[in-house]
């Protein structure tokens, strides 16, 4: 049995491939992962010899299990995931359908790990919190508990759950939002990478041209 290879792209430049990544992608018969994921890995592509075959991933989480059952012992296959494998990515998932003998691990470095040293932040107390495709009210009790104990809170928002949506989520619940900083990180990694310093009662104008992407959020407790 060869095992398939699960590797953490980081969060979009090339610059943030390691280099162990890029001669798994070299030698890949077959990648699989989202347009966003394969993307971060053209320059790699468009220097292999042989064109690999593709999984283009987009919800169909299921074809995509079968589709690596059926090829993963015959040829070398990559399943490409974006920021660190680890860290609140399709790894989940793909665990529910394969021993851990099946398949090895690539880290990546994650936008979290990019976010803070762009702020030139420790991370090691931070806490972590992710809305992205998951349920809100999972986890919030936690995120509480670590804002008013002053610890750093990353966040990884999405397209419909944006970093306006969550203060005004939390505002509802009662939460003081005003005691709140907020650091907002677009299109980490990229040519077009944004950093917005903020808060509360000044997000809404602050993101009005930015709502619609990927972001990391960092959640401070003021003074």
Known sequence: MIPFDIIGTGPGGKGSLTFRAFEIIQQADILVGSKRAINIVDFIIREKKNRPEFFFLKGNKEEMVTFIKNRKDSRRLALLVTGDAGFYSLLHYIS??????????SP???????AASR????WNNAFFYSIHGRDVKSGI??????????????????KQRTPLWFTRFLHEKGFQVHDMEIILFFNLDYEDEKIIHT?????????????EKLCVMLI???G
């Open 199 to 211: 808060d509360y009662n000044r997000l809404a104008e602050d993101v009005k041209n930015e709502e």
């Open 119 to 122: 702020m030139g932040l420790l």
């Open 108 to 114: 990546g470095i994650s936008s979290v790990q990019i």
């Open 96 to 105: 529910r359908y394969f021993d851990k003998n099946e398949y090895r691990i």
């Open 141 to 158: 009790s936690d995120f509480t508990e670590a804002f008013y104990k002053g610890r750093d809170i990353y966040m990884l928002t999405d």
């Open 220 to 222: 401070r407790k003021k």
